[in-house]
């Protein structure tokens, strides 16, 4: 490595990652047995299309505990207005939240 330049260890400073998933919260298709010829009607209820988002962020830094700082979004069905996932601002608390 060149002289001039130093390595996050020789600087003292914090590696950061971040990841975003999304997983919806409707129940698998229902299925059970019955008797030949006869389909069983298995009801499955999901009221809505509920979500949940998660953003996450790891950091290390040498000679330090690793520290996992995340944040979860619920979406909780059709709403006018409201928000399947992270918006900008929610991401910026996230960064601000790993800064502190």
Known sequence: MARHRKTAADLGARLCFEDEAGQGLRPPTGRTWGRRGRTPVVRVTAAGTKRVSMAASICTKPGHRPRLIY???LDRGPAKGGR???????YARLLDAAHQ
């Open 71 to 73: 944040r979860i979004h």
């Open 84 to 90: 399947k996932g992270f918006t900008e601002t929610d």
